[in-house]
């Protein structure tokens, strides 16, 4: 173990941004990485004061996808390996993905693997023009993890998540853009500061109305219509007794920018 | 409460045409609009000479959402209006999306809110040029509704849906068209004609059919391929023994076409 | 009955290629011919040294849809006689598409009603330029099988889908390719060598790994992101002590191109 966190958390304002510290292995996901991005997903979880949380990368990649070096070291021993440390990287997905906080992704070089899968489960994803993603898995021989068979189908339909998990073809930013799999793509060079406009912005919104979005998103594909339509009525009145609500109809009338508490 | 209904139901033939007919504060949905609304599904629901429905506006706007004036106007009943109003839109919705006849939606202008839901729910939207649409409701501090949590995520993928539901970005319609939001674009003084058209053609054709691809498109994200594939096969199995099907069989093989009785 | 089979299996190594040989009638789907697929497919799983599948059809169109003479000539039969066919052609569908080997489907000139149905159940699908589409059952009065309403909406979402079923637009290979309907387009000449390419390929792969690519991808939609995750957690760590996934670690480092023996 090294002094140097692999995953920073850091807090700017109202904003918590998760910061992959790897840079020298891609970022790979050893066992140890993945218990401390586990670690900064569940305090950001836990602390009610964040209101928008902002993943990114050091180095030239986000994330290379699992520690080969890892894997490799662990000869007999990686399938017990793999199956103490999948569920620790799928529980921080699943946290990440049910904080009621908006995600925001920044996504750059090489997004490879478990890296993808990561990416996917932002709520927004940016992408710099340099990002490149490929699932990998069946280059070496392994199938995918990090919910890239739940959220592929779900972003970029059927044909397209086949072509990539059998084919592993590589795909650009334009191209992530134009299939789903990313919300937007940006300069290189703007790629922080966007990112962390963005996260900041959404701090400033109506964070308790994020949620629902989030959790009504999270649930769809399992509910039927009438299911889904009772929610959806049930959770925009009572929203619309809150003091969001009722600002955003002031600001309205007002014609000016609301100012949301959360 | 004035003279002149909100939504009003013309017959044209076989089609009806529900008319959202409150072009002076933008076909916003009122309580009132609402159950009009709803009124004029649930006549088409019940007169079986109906075989195709054609949702259309009056004024500048297809639908501007939720009556902000409204919503302003309640106060602290603001919840409980809510929790009235939701169900009766929703069931509307379900009611159109369960018509056996086939449904065109012809929108144009503002497509917001609850009018973004209402013009999804259509199996055939056709968009003016000058359409643009927003989820809008975060905007001011509110959750979707509409069913847009359950259709949009089935017709333009989970990132989009996420994008719009939190940031509020405007969409146009050569947009909407590429995302799969709507299903054609054409010239606005052109919209009223070809949706028209379009709903007599639909009211022309083998409406029965018709029916069942709307069921089945209904229910298929709730089955697994077995269940679907043998509701399927029951179905066309019991419609090849129909009038339809005995003319559509003899108008291929004699080379013309076929006349459809429903 | 005839002595030349309505549908051919061939080897080729451990490529099997389903080669649809009712050219005369457009590979039209009769009964026999359902039963002949049903046949090779049920050949296919039995065989496990068969490591990759390819579909491809003889004659100027992959295949028509249900044999409209046939439905013809059973009169007032016909629901006895679709009541009969249905079951097996859906049945060979999920027995392709659970498969273990990746099946690849090479598609050219027409493909239409169960045709699409079948072109749309494979993991690869590759068609020529002249390739088209149309689902054209509600042309004859019909309602889709095939798994269409299954298998459309996940590939191409939900707005195309209806389009296509209740107004029979052809869709060409290149708007095929951009609504993900297939995987790719080549040149009509380079169509079989590409595609047999491709199963070749894909025969020298880690076809384990592929059939839990497979395997995962065909629960997706009816499972959560947990139920899901937990899957892909075991897959993985499974498949990580198996021989290709050391051999594909080692050739990683190596910098060699693996070679699997599935």
């Known amino acids: 173990m090294t002094d140097r966190p692999l995953v ?24 140890a990485f993945c218990q401390a991005f586990h670690e900064a997903v569940e305090t950001c979880a836990a602390d009610r004061s964040i209101r928008a949380v902002l993943v990114r990368a050091e180095g030239p990649s986000f994330c290379v996808g699992g520690d080969l070096a890892e894997f490799e070291a662990k000869g007999e021993q990686r399938p017990a390996h793999l199956a103490a440390l999948a569920p620790v990287f799928h529980a921080a997905q699943a946290r990440l993905m049910t904080l009621s906080a908006p995600v925001v992704v920044a996504v750059n070089g090489a997004v490879a693997g478990a890296g993808l899968g990561l990416a996917l489960c932002g709520d927004i994803v940016v992408a710099a023009q340099s990002a490149r993603f490929t699932l990998a898995y ?16 779900r972003l970029i339909g059927l044909r397209r998540t086949q072509e990539l998990m059998l084919t592993n073809r590589r795909v650009d930013a334009a191209e992530a853009l134009a299939l789903g799999m990313v919300t937007e793509v940006v300069a290189d060079r703007d790629l922080e500061t966007h990112a962390q406009a963005l996260a900041r912005r959404l701090a400033d919104g109506p964070t308790q109305a994020y949620a629902v979005v989030k959790r009504l998103l ?9 299911t889904q339509t009772d929610d959806e009525g049930e959770q925009i009145a009572r929203l619309s007794g809150g003091a969001d609500a009722a600002e955003g109809i002031q600001a309205f009338f007002a014609r000016r920018p609301p100012v949301f508490n959360g």
């Open 8 to 31: 920073r958390l850091e807090r700017d304002g109202a904003v918590a941004r998760i910061v992959l510290a790897r840079a020298d292995a891609g970022n790979a996901v050893s066992l």
């Open 138 to 153: 069946t280059a070496i021989g392994l199938s995918p993890d990090g919910g890239s068979t739940h959220l592929l189908p």
């Open 218 to 226: 999270s649930l769809t594909f399992d509910r039927d219509f009438r």
